[in-house]
């Protein structure tokens, strides 16, 4: 098989790093790809959002499955476009990218389906958007109701912060036309975690639950990043919470799209909360892998890929086995001075052959560039992502952060705190 991955960050790295692994793929294409993904994707010079450049080079190549990383093509059709030119794709549909692109349709359609979830009301006036924040007896969560690249959500413990929040969104229009219209969300507490799921749109094959981590300096202190690490597995998601998951979000989620006539095919990413007593609830729903939970879920899972993303494409997905999960892995991510604000590119990295020499670590590239002479050299605000396998999560941490430390560049940062919750 010739597959062809779609996105050029450090989850598409991942993802062709274990599709490059698969015996029946005889060669991985990236689109746009990275110059750190050299080692194991060719890379082809068409854009994200060039569908028909991807549609023409899908017949060139001859490519026999394509997986879309990022949301944004997804949102805008991608999957429609390449699926109407006859190509096997793993990723939703516009209308089912609705489920991450509009947080209001999102809410309406858990509703229309019990799926739990916070209590929500939705703006597209300013005014009206205030006095209902004003007259809430705790806080809220104050979200834009596009896609704002993970930044335009407003936890305000107080009607005063929200308030500020609905200015910016709405008023400042800081996130542009995602702030349109907000959704005003009852403020959830508990342990947070990430599931993830493949389906075909029918069949459900599950993966595993991570935890990342969002904020930017150790004990979730900082502003909120793209994520700073994770890890695999979450043990707040217990089996017994898992069976919840389950049978109160992701098959209801699955079957609900489909009964409306916009089947999901792809990767559900579901963000829970799960409160003290073990109740789930969604947080938001994402149709993508997420950044970086995909480098710890595929070092952590053993077997074949391939055949799960080919199920997902083609259908049939129940006659595929699920992949063998064993042990943990944790994932650290290496940022520039000044992420997420602002950060200088160019600084030479240096130790990434020595960091890559323990079997049981990949490092992938989130934001670098090859340099002039050799070698690599920052190119993003997140730059790399170092993952390691382990039996514990004790034990991957450990290897995760013995080979960050072989990596050196300029203002190099990283959190020293990943994975310690489910350690403590
Ligand atoms: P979202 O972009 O919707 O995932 O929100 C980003 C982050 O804000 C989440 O990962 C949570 O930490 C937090 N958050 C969002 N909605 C809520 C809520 N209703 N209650 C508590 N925290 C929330
Ligand atoms: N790591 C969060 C995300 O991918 O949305």
């Not at 650290?332 to 200088?344: A, I, M, N, W």
Request: charged share 25%.
């Amino acid at each position: 098989m010739r597959v062809l991955v779609v996105g050029s960050g450090g989850r598409e790295h991942a993802l062709a790093w274990k599709i490059s692994r698969s015996p029946r793929v005889e060669e991985v294409l990236a689109a746009p790809g990275s110059d750190g993904m050299a080692d194991v994707a060719r890379r082809c010079d068409v854009a994200a959002d060039d569908f028909e450049g991807l549609a023409a080079l899908c017949r060139v190549e001859g490519v026999d499955l394509v997986v879309i990383g990022p949301e944004a093509p997804l949102a805008n059709g991608l999957a429609d476009h390449l699926r109407a030119a006859g190509f096997a794709v793993f990723g939703p549909s516009a209308a089912a990218a609705r489920l991450e692109a509009s947080k209001r349709f999102a809410k309406e359609f858990m509703q229309r389906h019990d799926i739990p979830t916070a209590d929500f009301a939705s703006f597209d006036d300013l005014e009206a958007a205030r006095a209902h924040v004003r007259g809430l007896p705790g806080g809220c969560v104050v979200k834009a109701d596009g896609l704002a690249a993970g930044k335009g959500v407003a936890v305000c413990p107080t009607p005063a912060e929200a308030e500020r929040a609905l200015e910016e969104i709405m008023g400042d229009r800081r996130f542009g036309t995602a702030g349109d219209r907000v959704v005003v969300e009852e403020l959830m507490v508990g342990e947070e975690a990430s599931y993830y799921a493949i389906t075909d749109g029918e069949h459900v094959v599950t993966l595993a639950a991570a935890q990342d981590h969002k904020r930017a300096l150790d004990g979730d202190r900082g502003e909120n990043t793209g994520g700073m690490g994770a890890y695999v597995p979450a043990p707040v998601v217990s089996e017994a919470v898992e069976k919840r998951i389950l049978e109160r979000v992701v098959h209801p989620a699955i079957r609900g799209m489909a009964k409306e006539g916009t089947p999901y095919q792809g990767v559900l990413y579901v963000g829970l909360m799960v409160d003290e007593t073990g109740e789930p609830r969604v947080v938001e729903f994402n149709v993508r892998f997420g950044d970086p939970e995909t480098q710890p879920l595929l070092v952590q899972m053993q077997g074949d890929l391939v055949p799960l993303l080919d199920g997902s494409a083609r259908g049939g997905l129940d006659r595929v086995a699920p992949p063998a999960i064993d042990g943990a892995a944790v994932c650290v991510v290496l940022t520039s001075q000044g992420y997420p604000r602002e950060f200088e590119k160019g600084r030479a990295i240096r130790g990434l052959d020595e960091a890559a020499g323990d079997p049981e670590v990949v490092v992938v590239h989130a934001g670098t560039r090859r340099a002039e002479g050799g070698g690599f050299v920052t190119a993003g605000g997140r730059v790399l992502g170092v993952t390691a396998r382990g039996e514990s999560i004790g034990e991957a941490r450990d290897r995760a952060y013995a080979a960050a430390d072989r990596i050196h560049f300029e203002g190099a940062q990283f959190r020293t705190d990943i994975a310690a919750r489910a350690l403590s």
